[in-house]
């Protein structure tokens, strides 16, 4: 003998389980509101759209004129490190910056950047493989 319950959901039950669903309702449709609002905002002024996906990409010897111009100056390790991400032989240390340098070679543009860790900073660049620096390139 099989028991077959039927339940049948009156408008009072169906409303016990449509509460325990509104907390999720409310974040739900701020999201939506905040997605909509942004994707207009977006589309119909041009000033607010991200600018640096269309930017066009630097050559090779324009990244370099700009370590060479900021040679010397807090951040230029930084630009170093993401210009030539993975391309940098290290050559030798030698005296100079904050202790010491490290002189790294780029094999694909053949230039040496002289690289100071301590302040994080390029000391010197030359065109071509620069085992060493003048002392007072490097100071």
Do not use: W
Not at 2 to 9: E, F, K, R
Request: glycine share 8%; proline share 6%.
């Amino acid at each position: 003998m099989m028991i077959v319950s039927s339940t049948v959901l009156t408008p009072k039950t169906q409303m016990l389980k449509l509460k325990f669903l509104s907390p999720l309702f409310a974040p739900l449709a701020l999201a939506s509101v905040i997605s909509v609002g942004d994707i207009a905002v977006h589309s119909f002024m041009p000033q607010f759209q991200n600018t640096a996906i269309a930017a066009p990409e630097m050559t090779v010897q324009q990244k370099i004129d700009i370590i060479s111009k900021s040679k010397g100056q807090v951040g230029s390790g930084d630009q170093l490190r993401r210009f030539f991400y993975g391309d940098l032989l290290p050559l030798g240390v030698q005296p100079g910056g904050a202790g010491m340098v490290v002189n790294l070679y780029n094999k694909a543009n053949n230039v040496t950047f002289s690289y100071c860790a301590t302040y994080d900073v390029v000391v010197a660049v030359k065109q071509g493989r620069v085992a060493s620096f003048p002392a007072a390139e490097v100071k």
